[in-house]
């Protein structure tokens, strides 16, 4: 079998699993001494990092049918459970035809009434010359979204209880997604108490809306309601186990993610003011005032290039894992069966082959007449993942960074409060390690 290259011996657990270790550091060096595609064993389990957009490619579409989610999901599983993230196979596939009716075009329009009207009641909280953590306030603002969105309900209620459940789940998912690697299938993953408590308080939450959405037979024009109403060919809807798996991980995957594009987007504009000038200055041409709807979307180009320059330089999903069911070919290299494929949006997107001066922040590179854009190779950029698995709440996630930005933006001046550090802290997404402070002035 022709191997790739990679380190012998055994790195340390914390700098491949753990996020306080420096996975990304031990991979950048890996590719770096290496190259695009590095094999190694970690306790007898064998990984590959790929580092080359045409490989990636064919890991998640040409060769997608080959791969599985990688071990770590498993983690993940024992919160969502069997819900599109994590499930596979004939399941996934009819689990992601009954869902995906829920993430039109036109459904999903309907719900930028709900981000923008969110977002106006936050900005009323807000006073001239205010200090807050502009990351806790995009958490909280996306998790009101998207239950208002997901079951037309609003958690203000139930959100304190929610966001710590949510809290304990990720801070302990890293942790268990190490392990997941490790241990055979049949090996159960160690829990806690503290996690079991905080998934039993968020279970009895989504069942009951469920539940009493059945018998009350109302049907909104929520996305919970759509998959409500959902049937596959056999004329067969979902059953509330179902309903509760799917609505669990919508409500994960479409809330952080989103929280954490507008967050970097903030730090970024903050560091460069002549950015947020000429992003106000379009804001005020396309809309003059108006309340931003999807209709303005397309006209608000330079807001959608800072969000695409921010989504490069801060990836809300930093990597992607597979795992190879049979042997496959990466170009020269044979791998065993088993292997576990790591690909990072993270490293890629700052790979200087691709992306010229990589680490400056250049929202002009994603302009069409600018050369740099029409030279990018498939998947040099993969924010969304890509193939079958594709992120299907992409469009929602794009629409609703661009009107809670231009709505933001169009009100206040969000400045970084000086003398701060800000660190990447790459947990299940890649969030700023102790939040970020500004200061907001009204305009
Ligand atoms: C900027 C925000 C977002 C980013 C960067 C993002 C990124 C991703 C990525 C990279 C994947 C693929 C993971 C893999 O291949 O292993 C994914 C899958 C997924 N995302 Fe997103 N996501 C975002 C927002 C959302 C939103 C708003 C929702 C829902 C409301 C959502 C729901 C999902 C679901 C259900 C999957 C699994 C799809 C499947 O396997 O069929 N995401 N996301």
């Known amino acids: 079998m022709n191997l790739p290259p990679g380190p012998k011996g055994y790195p340390l657990l914390r700098n491949v ?7 990304v550091g031990y991979f950048t060096k890996c590719v770096r001494e290496y190259g695009d595609v590095v094999f190694l064993r ?32 498993r983690a993940l599983r024992r919160v969502l459970g069997n819900g599109l993230l994590t499930s596979e196979g004939e399941f996934w596939r009819r689990q992601r035809k009954l869902v995906q009716p829920a993430f039109h075009q036109q459904r999903i329009a309907a719900y930028a009434e709900v981000m923008v009207e969110f977002t106006r009641r936050m900005l009323t909280t807000w006073t001239d010359g205010q200090e807050l953590d502009v990351h806790e306030a995009m958490m909280r603002l996306t998790l009101d979204i998207v ?64 539940r009493q959405r ?3 037979g109302q049907m909104s024009g929520d996305l919970l309601s759509v998959m409500l109403q959902a049937q596959d060919d ?42 947020a000038e000429k992003l106000r200055r379009e804001l005020s041409v396309v809309l003059g005032g108006r309340t931003p709807t999807p209709g303005d979307l397309p006209r608000l180009v330079y807001t959608d290039m800072v969000l695409r320059e921010a989504m ?26 088993d292997t576990n494929v790591l690909m990072s949006q993270l490293i890629l997107h700052k790979d200087a082959r691709f992306f010229p001066d990589p680490d400056a922040f250049d929202p002009e590179r994603w ?47 969000v ?9 990447m802290l790459p947990s299940v997404t890649l969030r700023p390690k102790s939040g970020i402070r500004v200061k907001v002035k009204s305009r």
């Open 17 to 23: 699993l753990e996020p306080r270790g420096d996975a």
């Open 42 to 73: 970690f306790l007898g389990v064998p990984m590959c990092f790929v580092n080359r957009p045409e490989y990636i490619e064919s890991v998640l579409v040409t060769q997608s049918a080959n791969f599985e989610k990688s071990k770590d999901y």
């Open 147 to 210: 239950a208002k969105t997901l079951f037309d309900t609003d958690v203000s209620q139930e959100a304190g209880d929610v966001t710590a459940a949510l809290d304990v789940l990720m801070g302990k998912f890293m942790r268990q997604a190490g392990f997941a690697f490790l241990l055979p299938k049949f090996v159960p993953i160690p829990t806690t108490s503290r996690l079991q408590r905080a998934v039993k308080q968020l279970d009895k939450v989504i069942y009951g809306i469920i």
């Open 214 to 216: 059945r018998a009350s």
């Open 234 to 275: 056999e004329g067969i809807g979902m059953t509330d186990r179902q309903l509760h798996d799917e609505v669990m991980t919508l409500f994960l995957a479409g809330h952080e993610t989103t929280a954490n594009v507008l967050t970097w987007t903030w730090l970024l504009l903050g560091r460069h003011p002549e950015a």
């Open 312 to 337: 490069r330089l801060y990836p809300p999903v930093w990597i992607i894992g597979r795992r190879a069911l049979a042997p496959f070919r990466l170009g020269e290299y044979e791998l065993p069966a």
């Open 367 to 413: 302009n069409a007449s600018d050369p740099r854009s029409g030279a990018l190779p498939r998947f040099a950029y993969f924010p969304f993942g890509g193939g079958p698995r594709v992120c299907i709440g992409a469009g929602f996630a794009m629409m609703e960074a661009a009107l809670l930005l231009a709505t933001i933006a169009q009100h206040f001046q």
């Open 415 to 423: 400045d970084l409060v000086p003398g701060q550090t800000v660190e």
